[in-house]
Every structure is written in structure tokens, then in C-alpha cells.
């Protein structure tokens, strides 16, 4: 297994707050560091500091790491056109000497996108395979000729497709809990699925799917890595697990049935039955940014007893 730190800055966290994450991130010896996509706070309390944008942080981020993967867990289809979209993290892979990578859905935040006049259509599903279309094809492109597309909701026309990024093909995460469209998608355009906050027991079925979607298109299913998105909230004994747990307004018997929480050997033992069932990368949603030694505690006491 590798582990990657996954935080959420929408809940209010400047760009320093994040570069210390993600610097410890590095040093601590975690794969990658990745943040949501969002521009408003969930849920009552202080915003702080308000949402940062995904792909400016990153841009910065690239710079100011040197190892660590960086991307979104993920961006929203309705944030951005598919060809400013390729720009960005083209330029972002680029700065971090090709470190980044996209994670790419539909979005479902209908009131952030109230909250900054953002358009939310009710079908977003067909925005999200055209945009997959085009941002691959894009960067796919040989560099001297162009690319054109003709969709139901965009159109290109002899785009330079430029710039590109350093990495070819740029790995791409496609996820969801859907049956049918989301493994197709995952199976024809992505390099990992991501099983995003699985409900307990659901995994398999969820991989089944995609690989199922691979076998149809004549792909290999173990080109794609298997991955989980979960909280991660630990303590060395049960006294310090539920003091986080409060930390993050969450009850401690809840974030033990859905997410990796406990002791390490609680964690550990949740961990190993998710390699059982096939994830290959766990992304550990990180809620308290300025606990800084929680990842310091989780570097040195899980991650040794499970990663590659």
C-alpha cells in the first residue's frame, strides 16, 4: 500500500496552512499530498480563513515540494473549461517537474456554486465524460498538429493543444460509487479508481464494476491502481483518539464504522482488510490542519505496518 495525505482547506485554510501540511507530508515520507475542490465550508463553524482555489494552490505547492505527488481529490466539471482545464495542470505538472495528477468528477455542491455564481446544471454526468475526452485528447496530442472536438456541450477547433505536460500520459482518477457509466469512464480515460468514503463491505463490488468495464474495452484491469479515500483520526491511547475526534466535531463510535480511526492497531487492522479486498493506495483525509503532530504520529505508528 502507499498513503497519501488528502485534507479538506475548503473548512478555512490559507496557503501556508497548507504548505505545512504538505511539507510534512514530505518529510514524514507519505507519497502524496491532495486536497478537494470546494469553495465553501461545509457545515457550521468559523471559516476562517475561506476556501483557497485547487490549481493555484497546487501551482504553488509544486515549487515549494520537491517529491510528494500533487493533485485534486477532486475538481468539479463546473468549475472550469476542459481546455483552461488541460492548461492548468499541464502548467502545474511543469513546475513540479511531473508531480501532478487530476482527479476529475461531476461535482454535487449546489450551494457553493450559489454562493460564487457558479452555474450547476441538474445533468452533469455527460459534462464530465466530454471533459475527460478533451482534456486527455488534448494533452494526447503530437506536439505540431492540432485538436478539434464537436460535443454536445464544447467544441474545439484546432486547438495547438499546448502546453504539455511533463508526464505522458498525466495519471487521471476517476471515482464514485455509481454501477455502470462511472466504471466505463474509469476503464476508457483513468489511471486509478478511487472508491471515495465507501460504505463498509462495498469495495469489491465497486472494483468488480471497473474491472469488469476494462474487460469490455479490451483493457488490462490491473493497468488502473485501486484506491479509497477514508478519515483518519488516531491516538496512541483511547483518551487522545476521542480528544481529535472533538477536535473535528465527530463521534468517535461513528468515525470507527466509516473511516480509519482508533489505535494504530485499531487502524492497522482496518487497513489490512482493505489490501485484502484489493486497494492498492489509501488517501488519509486529514480534517485538523494544525495538528500537526497527528501526522506524525500516523507516519511513525500505521503507514510502517502496511506500506510497500
Not at 34 to 51: E, I, K
Not at 73 to 88: N, Y
Not at 145 to 170: D, I
Request: glycine share 10%.
Amino acid at each position: 500500500m502507499d498513503f497519501r495525505i488528502f485534507t479538506e482547506p475548503q473548512q478555512g485554510a490559507s496557503y501556508d496552512d497548507l504548505l505545512a501540511v504538505a511539507r510534512a507530508t514530505e518529510r514524514l515520507g507519505f507519497d502524496g499530498f491532495f486536497r478537494s475542490d470546494h469553495y465553501l465550508r461545509m457545515g457550521p463553524g468559523d471559516p476562517g480563513y475561506g476556501p483557497t482555489d485547487a490549481w493555484t494552490t497546487l501551482a504553488g505547492l509544486a515549487r515549494d515540494t520537491e517529491r510528494i505527488r500533487l493533485g485534486t481529490l477532486v475538481s468539479s466539471v463546473t468549475f472550469r473549461w476542459p481546455g483552461i482545464l488541460a492548461v492548468q495542470v499541464a502548467q502545474v505538472d511543469q513546475m513540479s517537474g511531473g508531480r501532478a495528477e487530476l482527479g476529475l468528477g461531476t461535482g454535487w455542491f449546489d450551494e457553493e456554486h450559489r454562493a460564487y455564481g457558479i452555474p450547476f446544471p441538474p445533468k452533469r454526468f455527460d459534462l464530465l465524460e466530454e471533459q475527460l475526452e478533451i482534456v486527455t485528447g488534448l494533452w494526447a496530442t503530437e506536439r505540431g498538429e492540432t485538436y478539434s472536438f464537436a460535443g454536445e456541450h464544447y467544441t474545439l477547433e484546432n486547438s495547438p493543444a499546448l502546453p504539455k505536460p511533463v508526464q505522458s500520459p498525466l495519471p487521471v482518477i476517476v471515482g464514485g460509487k455509481g454501477s455502470k457509466r462511472t466504471p466505463l469512464l474509469a476503464a476508457r480515460h483513468a489511471s486509478e479508481f478511487n472508491a471515495p468514503f465507501p460504505d463498509p463491505g462495498t469495495i469489491p463490488g465497486l472494483f468488480e464494476n471497473v474491472r469488469r468495464a476494462c474487460d469490455e474495452l479490451g483493457r488490462d484491469p490491473d493497468d488502473l491502481v485501486y484506491s479509497a479515500a477514508l478519515i483518519a483520526v488516531a491516538g496512541a491511547d483511547e483518551a487522545e483518539f476521542r480528544r481529535r475526534a472533538a477536535a473535528i466535531g465527530r463521534e468517535p463510535g461513528e468515525l470507527r464504522a466509516n473511516g480509519l480511526a482508533g489505535t494504530p492497531a485499531e487502524i492497522v487492522d482496518k487497513l489490512g482488510a482493505l489490501r485484502d479486498q484489493g486497494v492498492e493506495r489509501v488517501y488519509l483525509q486529514i480534517m485538523d490542519l494544525g495538528d500537526l503532530d497527528h501526522l506524525d504520529f500516523v507516519a511513525a505508528e500505521v503507514v510502517p505496518h502496511l506500506a510497500d
